[in-house]
């Protein structure tokens, strides 16, 4: 795939398909490459790349003569898909550090998927918040998902996987860069067509204008990886034309490597020596401190801030050991490998296990005056189902250029 650029966007109609016809067919390949070197591929390839290059949006901010905040209030926020659709929205709409947000920037929602209802989630979203929305499709689902969601009723209509970002203010130049996997998405259970992508647009903000970047990394990766992953966006904003940035999203700095068995070995048995709880307690809600400090360390040599940007050491994904057995999603965020240890540190640490996976990071910006960053946890609809596995993430911030 090959990045998007413009000052439009497409209407989501250029999301409709018919490539659901031939997934039992793509399900019997298992890698990339095999599926690419097919006749089946060749035959599918263009509907396909149109779908997963695209990037669709619709403008329902009502700003009119609103002169707007001086400063910028951002939240990132992994949905889980929208599962739990009404009490998203309900909590966007009502909670106090959810509401009046100038700038979502939102990983995992789906279109068309039957565990989250078949619902356009980025496009409901932004329609009751009465937002502009650019959604950038990452995946064609060839199945309903992985763990508890393979069990959901009904069946998917356009299958597609994707992240998005939602904004008071109009919105341009937006578009997506493709960020290679690091696991072959058609090897193993869940299988899917197209790979990661971080989503940019420049934002008309009353206080000034700035870029946005909504970025989802890979779990089932190495840390290298994920560092690389970074960089290619990094790379990229080095070639628009100077504004101020503000970086956000599921970064998946789980500080494991599950880039091949023996590295997983070799890393299981580190955190050992380390101690369960030194690293329960220390470097998984810090994992820039040892285990992904090199993709930290890169952010601050090319002139990003992170420290200031964040509640450091504040984890926004949490494992209860009471429950982490019955969990069949853990392996979505951490090779099945790392299960006992994770079981060993949570009861070594009053039986909770939490990661700092969501993060700011910016350029030309700092926080807003008499504001700190937030982790906004214990997110729960009527019924006190989680509205999402990952707490969200909250900033004011100023531009500064």
Not at 19 to 30: C, R, S, T, V, Y
Not at 116 to 124: E, I, L, P, T
Request: glycine fraction near 8%; proline fraction near 5%.
């Amino acid at each position: 795939m090959s990045p998007q650029n413009g000052n439009s966007i497409d209407p989501p109609s250029i999301l409709e398909h018919d490539l659901n016809k031939h997934f039992p067919e793509l399900l019997k390949f298992e890698s990339t490459s095999e599926l690419h070197r097919s006749e089946l591929w060749n035959e599918i390839r263009a509907e396909a790349e149109r779908v997963l290059n695209a990037v669709v949006g619709e403008n329902f901010a009502e700003t009119g003569s609103d002169p707007g905040s001086e400063a910028v209030k951002a939240l990132a926020w992994n949905i889980e898909r929208g599962n739990v659709y009404d009490g998203i929205v309900d909590a966007l709409k009502n909670h106090e550090k959810l509401r009046d947000k100038d700038l979502l920037l939102l990983t995992e929602l789906d279109y068309g998927m039957a565990r989250s209802g078949n619902r356009f989630v980025a496009q409901g979203i932004a329609r009751e918040l009465k937002l502009n929305y650019a959604f950038a499709p990452v995946y064609v689902a060839l199945q309903k998902g992985s763990g508890v969601e393979s069990e959901v009723e009904g069946e998917n209509t356009l299958s597609i996987h994707g992240l998005a970002m939602l904004s008071r203010y109009p919105m341009s130049n937006v578009h997506a860069v493709p960020l290679p996997n690091g696991k072959d998405k058609m090897w193993g259970k869940e299988k899917r067509l197209g790979s990661l992508r971080a989503l940019f647009a420049d934002i008309d903000h009353p206080a000034g204008k700035f870029r946005a970047v909504t970025v989802h990394l890979d779990a089932h990766c190495s840390r290298a990886h994920r560092q690389m992953q970074i960089k290619i966006v990094l790379d990229h904003l080095d070639t628009l034309p100077p504004l101020p940035v503000i970086i956000g999203g599921d970064w998946n700095t789980t500080t494991f490597n599950s880039q091949s068995s023996t590295r997983a070995i070799m890393g299981y048995w580190r955190r050992v020596m380390m101690g369960p709880k030194n690293v329960a307690k220390n470097h998984l809600p810090n994992p820039e401190r040892y285990f992904e400090r090199n993709l930290f360390t890169m952010l601050e040599k090319r002139g990003y801030d992170y420290r200031s940007l964040n509640e450091v050491g504040a984890g926004t994904l949490h494992y209860h050991i009471e429950s982490i057995e019955k969990n069949t999603n853990l392996r979505d965020w951490v090779p099945e490998w790392c299960f006992p240890f994770i079981f060993w540190a949570a009861g070594r640490v009053g039986g909770t296990v939490s990661g700092r996976l969501d993060w700011f990071t910016g350029k030309g910006i700092e926080i807003a005056p008499g504001t700190k960053p937030q982790t906004i946890g214990d997110l729960v609809d009527e019924s006190g189902t989680p509205l999402s596995d990952h707490d969200a993430i909250g900033l004011d911030f100023v531009t500064n250029s």
